[in-house]
Nanobody, 117 residues
Framework: QVQLVESGGGLVQAGGSLRLSCTAS????????MAWYRQAPGNQRELVAD???????NYADSVKGRFAISRDNAKNTVYLQMNSLKPEDTAVYYC???????????WGRGTQVTVSS
C-alpha cells in the first residue's frame, strides 16, 4: 500500500522560509508527476506547483519567484522550498503523486503552514 508522508510545515514569520518534503513509501514506481497543493480555511484546494519526471515545472502565479519545487526520483521524494512567505500562504499543504498508467493519484494527509504577520 502506498503512503505519502509530508513534513516540514510549521509556524514562521512573514518573510521567512520553510522547506516541505513528501516521501512515498510502499510499492510505487515511475511516478510521472509530483505536486504540491494547498487549502486555506473556506477555500478550495489549489495547485501550488508541480514537476514532471523530466523536470518540467509549473507554478501558481501567486508563488512564482518565491517557491521552488524539486524532486528526487531515487527517493520518491518531492520538495517545496518556500521563501519570502506571506500571511496569505497560510494553509494546509498537500502532496500529490500521479502515475499515468494505470492512472492513479496518491495524496498525503497534509502539513500545516502558518505565516504570521
Amino acid at each position: 500500500q502506498v503512503q505519502l508522508v509530508e513534513s516540514g510545515g510549521g509556524l514562521v514569520q512573514a518573510g521567512g522560509s520553510l522547506r516541505l518534503s513528501c516521501t512515498a513509501s510502499g510499492s510505487i514506481f515511475s511516478i510521472n508527476v509530483m505536486a504540491w497543493y494547498r487549502q486555506a480555511p473556506g477555500n478550495q484546494r489549489e495547485l501550488v506547483a508541480d514537476i514532471t519526471s523530466g523536470g518540467g515545472t509549473n507554478y501558481a502565479d501567486s508563488v512564482k519567484g518565491r517557491f521552488a519545487i524539486s524532486r528526487d526520483n531515487a527517493k520518491n521524494t518531492v520538495y517545496l522550498q518556500m521563501n519570502s512567505l506571506k500571511p496569505e500562504d497560510t494553509a494546509v499543504y498537500y502532496c500529490k503523486m500521479t502515475k499515468y498508467w494505470p492512472r492513479t493519484d496518491y495524496w498525503g494527509r497534509g502539513t500545516q503552514v502558518t505565516v504570521s504577520s
